[in-house]
């Protein structure tokens, strides 16, 4: 779990992320983060596996998403959590709302 002001917390957004995982690319996504874990919200994590049944261009990514071993991945509940308020804070130095 992230510790405030004490390591580096990556959020990801949805095409940051179908870059790397549709070229096959998680190893160096992985290396890039020094192997921290990939923190999506949950809005990134449905769209990430429901975006590829619309546009085939991205089946990769919910092929490959899956099988990222949760050590590496983490999904962000999008309801305002205290920990969500945290990050907000240490980020863009504001409260989330």
């Given at each position: 779990?992230?510790?405030?002001?004490?390591?580096?917390?990556?959020?990801?957004?949805?095409?940051?992320?179908?870059?790397f995982?549709?070229?096959?690319?998680?190893?160096?996504?992985?290396?890039?983060?020094?192997?921290?874990?990939?923190?999506?919200?949950?809005?990134?994590?449905?769209?990430?596996?429901?975006?590829?049944?619309?546009?085939?261009?991205?089946?990769?990514?919910?092929?490959?998403?899956?099988?990222?071993?949760?050590?590496?991945?983490?999904?962000?509940?999008?309801?305002?959590?205290?920990?969500?308020?945290?990050?907000?804070?240490?980020?863009?130095?504001?409260?989330?709302?």
């Amino acid at each position: 779990m992230h510790k405030p002001d004490t390591d580096p917390f990556f959020i990801f957004d949805t095409a940051p992320l179908f870059k790397f995982l549709t070229t096959d690319c998680v190893r160096q996504l992985l290396a890039a983060l020094g192997h921290r874990i990939v923190n999506v919200p949950e809005a990134v994590n449905f769209e990430i596996t429901d975006t590829p049944k619309r546009r085939r261009q991205f089946k990769r990514a919910a092929e490959v998403w899956p099988r990222l071993p949760d050590r590496f991945k983490q999904v962000l509940p999008d309801n305002p959590t205290d920990e969500l308020r945290r990050c907000c804070r240490s980020v863009f130095g504001m409260d989330f709302r």
